[in-house]
């Protein structure tokens, strides 16, 4: 609405007006009064104003001031109690005292600082620089719990927690402690194998880091000493009281006292160098005396006492029977047995040595039917076994020399008696003397006899004397009558080097050239017909003996088998008891037992019977002579033939003229064939040869070849043939 503008006459309500100034000396009623300007009034009488009201040289009221709040200086306001500040019903909140002020109930700030150390802000936090002590009954906390930072919650119901591990009626967990003083709990959990000065259980950890695979691995150290006296008492439900410590050493004025029905037991773990480790049987105890518990009794050792020592006392007396490592009893008294107790050796009484009773027989028994009796010379070499229920063995110098068997007994060498009685039926190599002889209306019967009966002796020319083919030979073939050299490395001779006092004179050497292993010499022996064992069935026993001189170190071998014939096809080798033979330069009697193992095969003509070397050095010379291969297990002398006997069994196998045969004609005597027959009947058909003729004209020709001789005729004219033979029908 437009103002209007007052002139002359009245103002009329509703209306606005717009005027400069009013003086009035009556009272200006308005419902609102609005000033762009100052109201100035002065010496008013009432005030009532609904906005603000400034009063440039003060109010001065002589009644009560009323307003809903007050601003600016009010120290000079009288009648004010400024030390208090009071609720409408008049009660005192805040009291104001020359130490502080009293609040009672509740007071809000928006923010609270107390000098520079404490803030308390109206979020309900506070900060604290310094210590804070709080009274000394108890403080109480809104919600019940205290936070320190996100790690550590102090509360009612959860205890002490740090991060999530918390300290209440369930226990306590915590990832570190760090204390100076004493931790006292009713009990301890978890890892402790960085604790130090605990008493030792497995030991202690040689890191305290846990990573390192050391703080797994303990030592222990290896006494414990008791210095004062203690007593070991285990609670009822305990087995017994034990400990890591390998020794215990009880010191001078002490006592280690077990109580009754308790055990100790030392180096549980078994670390004693000397025993079993982790067996737990090796701990000791170091004292200077054992008594019982009341220091006046006798130790029980209940399950026996082993002791590492010389055990010394004024007597001994119970069972000795399971006491070992005696060596010596009895000293200058001896030890006496009564009849019939026994003197037992071995953990199952295995030898009793104890004397009858009543008179009866001193006794030393074999009391295990799978073991035998053996007494030993100081070298541990054989005297006497005594098998069980079975024969008895006696040696000299390792070597069996007699034995018992079922049917009497079995000697090995000479036996020398003044005088025999009885049966001597079954004797072999029984020698009588020239001044005496055996008169006997019965028969004689023997494996064997030496003298002008049946050779033993299955080898042909074992003497080595005869040598028909010459006396020098090299290379592969026979060589000796009778001895086939199988390689071409070997030179072979007949000389005059035999053993002394042996009635031999000469022997075949054979002289290596070369490191070869091939036969040194061979024998073929005649089967009875081709496919016919003979003597040599399977099961036979048979014994080489003979005289060998080798270069010191070589090394031989003899075998036995079955063969077609010299380069035909063997069967295998006969068991041959003995091992190798080593030479050492001198003359040495050797002994081998063979056993054939096989049948002869339906194209076997012939044993094989050979040396080998077994070392391979060039140069190694052998010797051989008196060799004999008989039947049996026997070795006996050698059986001398004379030469004449010697050869003749030779010739079976080859024979040589010594000279040129002749015939001399009055004319021409072509086509004339002249009989020649062999002194001694040839194995077989031999194969002819002339090495020495002298004829006319033509050649030498042998007709009607038998085993008894052959025809001999010359191809060309003439009037006269010498020549000269060999014949050989060897295996």
Known sequence: MANTRITQGVIKPNEDYDVRHINATGVITATNLNLSGVLTYEDVTNVDSIGIITAREGVVSLGVVTATAFHGDGSNLTGVDSTALKDPAGNVKVQAQASGAVHTGISTFDTINVGSGVTIESNGQATFTGIVTFGSNSTTIGDNVINVGTALTLGHTQGLQFHTQNLHSAGFEINNINASGIITAAQFSGDGSNLENLPAGLGTALSSTQSSPLNKIYYTNTVLPVESTVTVDTPASASAAYTQYADISVGTGADLIISDGDDLIPDVLGLRPDGTFGGGALGRMRVDKIVGKDANSAVNFEKGIVVTGVVTATSFSGDGSSLTGITTVGGTRGVDFDDNVNITLGDS????????????????????????LKILHNDGSAAAIFYNNTSVELYNSGNKKLETTSSGVTVTGTVAATAFTGDGSALTGTGVGSNTSINTSGIITATAFVGDFQPRNILINGSCAVSQRGTSFSGTGFTLDRYYVGSGDYSVAQVTDAPSNTGLTYSLRISRTANTTGYLTAQMIELPATGQAGQFYNGAKFTLSGYVKGTSGATIVPTLRFSTGTNGSNGSTFTRTE?????N?????????????????????????????????TGQNVFFTGLQLEAGEVSTPFEHLNYADELRNCLRYYQKDLNRRAFWGSGNVSGRQFPVRFGVEMRDTPSISYYSTSIDSGSAVAYNITRQGYNFSMTGSGRFYEWAHTASAEL
């Open 349 to 372: 009484q295995d030898l009793l040595i104890y004397h009858e009773g009543g008179g009866g027989d001193n006794v030393i028994k074999n009391n295990v039917a799978s073991k035998h």
């Open 585 to 617: 330069g001198s003359w040495q009697p050797f002994t081998f037992h063979f056993t054939v193992d096989e049948n002869v095969g339906g194209s076997d003509k012939c044993v094989q019977f050979y040396f080998t070397f077994v070392t391979t050095a």
């Open 579 to 583: 091992g190798a033979f080593t030479c």
